[in-house]
């Protein structure tokens, strides 16, 4: 007995199709260009660009100067996002970006306390150690929200997993070859891959 054959497609109906599909890729972008995604990608951008170069030029400082960074980006980006509700482009569920966020650098808390070898950090006879996990520690915070873009591209765009790869990428490269220079490295390319990121999408994503 033969399988039913599933009906064809005619040109019309794929061509309907592929406009649909054009259609929902122009809303999305539309929505993001409208809304605070880009201008919290360019705000964290900066916040990179002043705190690695703390750590490179000022890094008995850095830590506190990242700590002041940190408290004004979080808040910053959900009043970007709280903002966002006047777009005039509108996106359901928007809301729970800002939650997923949240959970996803929970546990990124969670896995660097539990991973972390803090008691090699402990020991007077590795203080040396310190400087590497300094960079390991910045490899694994800048990666993490790279992940999260790339994950948002696999849904949203393919622009955001191009972005979160050349990050990672870059992170990654500098970590392995740039030893002294890794925190220059980061601020003035990962930083300011965000921030071209950023005003891409606001200037063409409209």
């Not at 201008?39 to 690695?52: P, R």
């Not at 980006?73 to 997923?100: C, D, E, I, Q, Y």
């Amino acid at each position: 007995m033969e399988a039913p054959k599933s009906p064809s497609i005619s040109p019309e109906e794929a061509r309907a199709s592929l406009a649909e599909i054009d259609r929902i890729i122009l809303h999305t972008r539309r929505t993001i260009g409208h809304g605070a995604p880009s201008a919290i990608i360019i705000l964290w951008g900066f916040i990179w660009v002043v705190g690695f170069a703390s750590q490179q030029f000022f890094p008995p400082f850095s830590g506190r100067i990242w700590l002041f960074l940190d408290l004004v980006g979080v808040p910053g980006s959900f009043l970007l996002g709280a903002w966002r509700r006047n777009a005039p482009v509108k996106r359901p569920h928007s809301g729970k970006v800002g939650l997923s966020w949240l959970i996803l650098f929970a546990f990124a808390v969670i896995w660097m306390l539990a991973l972390g070898p803090w008691d090699l950090l402990r020991r007077p006879e590795l203080a040396f150690y310190g400087s590497v996990m300094n960079r390991k520690f910045a490899v694994f915070w800048a990666t993490v929200p790279m992940f999260a873009y790339i994950l948002m591209g696999l849904w949203l765009d393919r622009f955001f997993i191009y972005l979160g790869t050349l990050v990672t990428l870059a992170t990654v490269g500098g970590y392995l070859f740039i030893h002294h220079y890794f925190f220059l490295w980061m601020a003035l390319v990962g930083g300011g891959s965000l921030i071209g990121g950023g005003i891409f999408i606001k200037k063409f994503w409209r």
